[in-house]
């Protein structure tokens, strides 16, 4: 049995205890691309949600047009979503942002990635990434009063890298799957596998 030890009451400044670090991509009304990182996304079934603040360009995109793509980067893509993280696409940049992002127009050229056309929406794919889920917006919540939405998006359809995909199969090969996961503003891959679902497929 484990050892049961004591606990203490704590106030951490975020709550980031452990997610996947994930590329947004947007269009505006006039098809003009934003790429932004977020650290805050969870799957239902195919709905995605995303938690987004605000004042970036993303949540802009997302109640005018209703589409975007969810790249998933691998830990080999670090350099470049932190080449992502102080820029914004809002113009000009918002008061509370502006003592830490710059705007930037083009963040694909800006962090070294490609831009790569998608099947069933506008936004483009990030050719880097290994996994790139096309979704549509089906509901926004939260006022727009408030610091943050919550933003759920159904994916219809989902691209993986070919070397990842187990032949024959729609399985992810797990052990060559690297996910860039986000933890308390610190950057980690993913450990040894330390055991299986009953409910897991392969």
């Known amino acids: 049995m484990t050892e049961t030890l004591a606990h203490q009451a704590i106030e951490p400044s975020v709550l980031?205890?452990?997610?996947?670090?994930?590329?947004?991509?947007?269009?505006?009304?006039?098809?003009?691309?934003?790429?932004?990182?977020?650290?805050?996304?969870?799957?239902?079934?195919?709905?995605?949600?995303?938690?987004?603040?605000?004042?970036?360009?993303?949540?802009?995109?997302?109640?005018?047009?209703?589409?975007?793509?969810?790249?998933?980067?691998?830990?080999?893509?670090?350099?470049?979503?932190?080449?992502?993280?102080p820029l914004t696409g809002v113009a000009p940049v918002p008061p509370e942002k502006a003592d830490r992002f710059r705007h930037e127009t083009d963040k694909f050229a800006a962090a070294g990635l490609t831009p790569l056309a998608a099947d069933l929406v506008a936004p483009p794919r990030v050719a880097e990434c290994p996994v790139h889920l096309e979704a549509h917006v089906v509901q926004v919540h939260g006022p727009k009063s408030a610091e943050f939405a919550i933003v759920e998006a159904d994916v219809v359809k989902v691209h993986a890298r070919s070397d990842l995909v187990i032949e024959g199969t729609s399985h992810i090969d797990l052990e060559r799957w690297a996910p860039l996961l986000y933890v308390f503003r610190h950057y980690f891959g993913v450990g040894d596998d330390v055991g299986r679902s009953f409910r897991a497929e392969y």
Do not use: K
């Not at 799957?43 to 109640?63: D, F, K, M, P």
């Not at 670090?78 to 992502?84: H, I, M």
């Open 16 to 85: 980031y205890f452990g997610t996947p670090v994930s590329l947004i991509s947007t269009v505006d009304a006039s098809r003009t691309t934003n790429l932004a990182p977020i650290s805050s996304s969870w799957y239902l079934g195919r709905t995605v949600v995303l938690g987004l603040g605000r004042n970036g360009q993303t949540i802009r995109n997302l109640e005018a047009t209703g589409e975007c793509v969810v790249n998933l980067p691998d830990v080999r893509l670090q350099p470049a979503v932190e080449a992502l993280a």
